[in-house]
């Protein structure tokens, strides 16, 4: 008899053990996403940044545990710039938004027309003409047309290209288009680029040539991959 007492006694606290534990997991994930504890109360933006109030107020007093980054796509949408969003949560209630940006690949003065424009192309070939250059960007004028539609796609191929040598300073690089040629300038030399195509692969062909600093003269391209330069190295 004290035996089977004894069974049933463990059964029955195994059971309240079990249903105990199943409880607690039903109610503890309800507190934590509920609980005004875990309200976010503090939205930091890196770097500095204006968003609108409307959008905040979507971040304010929600659960910092349900926040993800499909709260963050209206920024996206707003500001073509932004390459990437992160989000870290620092509980209990404080969310830091990290924003990445697109490249700042040329600043492209048009002088065609009677209205000069004046505007900033991105590594994502968008353009906007209320944003100022950063001091990496590729100077570009364009004096006589027309300009292909790929233009803008070769400019940021050459930008990229340039990128890549750690020596080479993409901000001291001018590039004028004159309709059916360009030329460029960096430092002490000339380029005589030839036709705005395939820039990416003439930058990668003298690449190691401006890396070195030394080249003053005048650097002329007969196919896409091979030139001739009378620069005193």
Not at 51 to 60: A, E, G, Q
Not at 161 to 179: Q, W
Request: proline share 3%; glycine share 4%; with cysteine.
């Amino acid at each position: 008899m004290i035996t089977n007492n004894t069974d049933i006694e463990k059964t029955s606290l195994r059971t309240f053990l079990v249903f105990s534990i199943i409880l607690l997991a039903l109610l503890l994930p309800s507190y934590l996403v509920f609980s005004s504890k875990y309200m976010i109360r503090n939205v930091e933006i890196f770097p500095n940044y204006d968003v609108d109030n409307s959008f905040l107020n979507t971040l304010y007093d929600q659960s910092i545990w349900i926040i993800d980054a499909t709260a963050l796509q209206s920024l996206y949408v707003s500001d073509p710039t932004i390459e990437k969003i992160e989000l870290v949560k620092i509980l209990p209630s404080k969310l830091e938004i990290n924003l990445k940006f697109y490249e700042q690949v040329a600043e492209i003065s048009d002088l065609r027309g009677s209205n000069p424009k004046l505007y900033v192309l991105f590594k994502n070939l968008y353009t906007s003409e209320i944003i100022q250059a950063s001091s990496n960007a590729v100077s570009v004028t364009i004096v006589n047309g027309p300009v292909d539609n790929g233009f803008n796609g070769e400019i940021v191929a050459l930008y990229m290209t340039f990128n890549s040598f750690d020596s080479i300073n993409t901000g001291s690089l001018t590039l004028t288009h004159l309709g059916t040629n360009i030329i460029g300038y960096y430092k002490d030399a000339e380029i005589l680029f030839g036709s705005p195509i395939d820039l990416a692969t003439k930058a990668a062909s003298i690449g190691e040539l401006l890396s070195d600093g030394t080249c003053q003269g005048t650097i002329r391209f007969i196919t896409n991959n091979s030139f001739v330069t009378d620069c005193n190295i």
